[in-house]
């Protein structure tokens, strides 16, 4: 029998907080019922092996959860019936895995499975291996359930590592450069102001629209001359900050309307705007500060993109493996 190398079987339980989810059956059924009913059938059949629509809703559960949260009505089934269709792919898949390691003949100590549940039991129970025992219980699930979820988990672990060796891809450089070309943005900090605002009514549609305009000309001329941004938005601002001296505090983009924004961001610090005239009212804006808007340099954003590349690749080798996986069993879903 071959051994599956420790340095590629122990790897991190991917599924642990599902590992250690309640099992409720009550749950499996599209909607709350008043009574509630145990549901279970074959969701699938992968080259004999069966998947169970309780193990389809436990998988999807607590994305439903969120899903009941954000949904309700049509929008909501189509949310669930997507959810619990990915769940039965990864489930198909895991299957698929598990089956491939079985038929190579592998095998996995089991120690490798005491190892992890000392190590969950250290972690999550804080040493305590009876309250951990009273979890699964009150879960209904009993000790040898979780320690076949374990290996299985490892396993599927196991080998996804191994038909993907990060250490042996290379990223050409032209593509590193390409991709900080293309996505300059993710390397580039938020852009932050801190805003100072006086709006003035203009009026237009009373008699009033030209006091108005004078008014807001001599605004900008007691600014022009020296006094207080604050003190005067306090006196003549119509604006919700007026009580705060027309402090907006540190905003970032998209939180002025598209003509403020474009010339706030554009404003050196320190400098009061002209009159704008937008929406029916007057602004002067003043700029006190700015933050980030950097970008990083490639040579700085080198390593993080040729990680995600390789990523990216790795990817792509596990999703040809599992195709190939798939195009050679009989898989039927019900």
Same mark, same amino acid.
């Given at each position: 029998m071959k051994r599956i190398n420790r340095l590629f079987a122990v790897a991190l339980l991917a599924v642990c907080g599902l590992a250690l989810?309640?099992?409720c059956c009550a749950a499996f059924a599209a909607e709350p019922q008043a009574t509630p009913q145990i549901v279970d059938g074959i969701a699938a059949v992968v080259n004999g092996d069966i998947i169970t629509l309780s193990q389809v809703r436990e998988l999807s559960a607590p994305r439903e959860k969120v899903l009941r949260s954000q949904y309700t009505g049509a929008e909501l089934e189509k949310q669930l019936k997507a959810t619990r269709e990915l769940a039965l792919k990864d489930l198909i898949d895991r299957r698929l895995v598990i089956q491939a390691f079985k038929k190579e003949k592998y095998e996995i100590p089991d120690h490798f499975v005491e190892e992890r549940m000392h190590e969950i039991i250290?972690?999550?129970? =804080? =040493?305590?291996r009876n309250t951990f025992i009273k979890t699964l219980e009150a879960q209904e699930y009993t000790l040898g359930e979780f320690k076949q979820k374990e290996m299985e988990s490892i396993i599927v672990q196991a080998m996804r590592g191994k038909n993907v060796k990060k250490e042996n891809m290379v990223v050409p450089p032209p593509k590193i450069e390409e991709y900080y070309k293309q996505h300059r943005n993710e390397f580039t900090s938020k852009e932050r102001i801190k805003l100072?605002?006086?709006?003035?009514?203009?009026?237009?549609?009373?008699?009033n629209a030209a006091a108005q305009r004078a008014l807001a000309e001599e605004v900008l001329g007691q600014l022009a001359g020296g006094a207080d941004f604050a003190q005067v938005a306090q006196t003549y601002s119509a604006d919700s900050s007026r009580d705060l001296g027309g402090?907006? =505090?540190?905003i970032e983009r998209k939180t002025l309307a598209a003509p403020l924004e474009k010339i706030a961001f554009n404003m050196p610090v320190g400098r009061i705007s002209n009159i704008i005239e937008y929406g029916g009212n007057y602004y002067i804006l003043k700029v006190e500060a700015r933050e980030g808007g950097v970008t990083r340099s490639l040579a700085e954003a080198r390593p993080d993109i040729e990680k995600k590349l390789i990523q990216e690749q790795a990817h792509d080798i596990q999703e040809r493996w599992l195709a190939g996986l798939r195009a050679k069993a009989y898989i039927r879903t019900c």
């Amino acid at each position: 029998m071959k051994r599956i190398n420790r340095l590629f079987a122990v790897a991190l339980l991917a599924v642990c907080g599902l590992a250690l989810s309640p099992l409720c059956c009550a749950a499996f059924a599209a909607e709350p019922q008043a009574t509630p009913q145990i549901v279970d059938g074959i969701a699938a059949v992968v080259n004999g092996d069966i998947i169970t629509l309780s193990q389809v809703r436990e998988l999807s559960a607590p994305r439903e959860k969120v899903l009941r949260s954000q949904y309700t009505g049509a929008e909501l089934e189509k949310q669930l019936k997507a959810t619990r269709e990915l769940a039965l792919k990864d489930l198909i898949d895991r299957r698929l895995v598990i089956q491939a390691f079985k038929k190579e003949k592998y095998e996995i100590p089991d120690h490798f499975v005491e190892e992890r549940m000392h190590e969950i039991i250290r972690e999550n129970f =804080g =040493g305590d291996r009876n309250t951990f025992i009273k979890t699964l219980e009150a879960q209904e699930y009993t000790l040898g359930e979780f320690k076949q979820k374990e290996m299985e988990s490892i396993i599927v672990q196991a080998m996804r590592g191994k038909n993907v060796k990060k250490e042996n891809m290379v990223v050409p450089p032209p593509k590193i450069e390409e991709y900080y070309k293309q996505h300059r943005n993710e390397f580039t900090s938020k852009e932050r102001i801190k805003l100072r605002l006086i709006m003035v009514p203009s009026r237009a549609d009373t008699a009033n629209a030209a006091a108005q305009r004078a008014l807001a000309e001599e605004v900008l001329g007691q600014l022009a001359g020296g006094a207080d941004f604050a003190q005067v938005a306090q006196t003549y601002s119509a604006d919700s900050s007026r009580d705060l001296g027309g402090d907006w =505090g540190w905003i970032e983009r998209k939180t002025l309307a598209a003509p403020l924004e474009k010339i706030a961001f554009n404003m050196p610090v320190g400098r009061i705007s002209n009159i704008i005239e937008y929406g029916g009212n007057y602004y002067i804006l003043k700029v006190e500060a700015r933050e980030g808007g950097v970008t990083r340099s490639l040579a700085e954003a080198r390593p993080d993109i040729e990680k995600k590349l390789i990523q990216e690749q790795a990817h792509d080798i596990q999703e040809r493996w599992l195709a190939g996986l798939r195009a050679k069993a009989y898989i039927r879903t019900c």
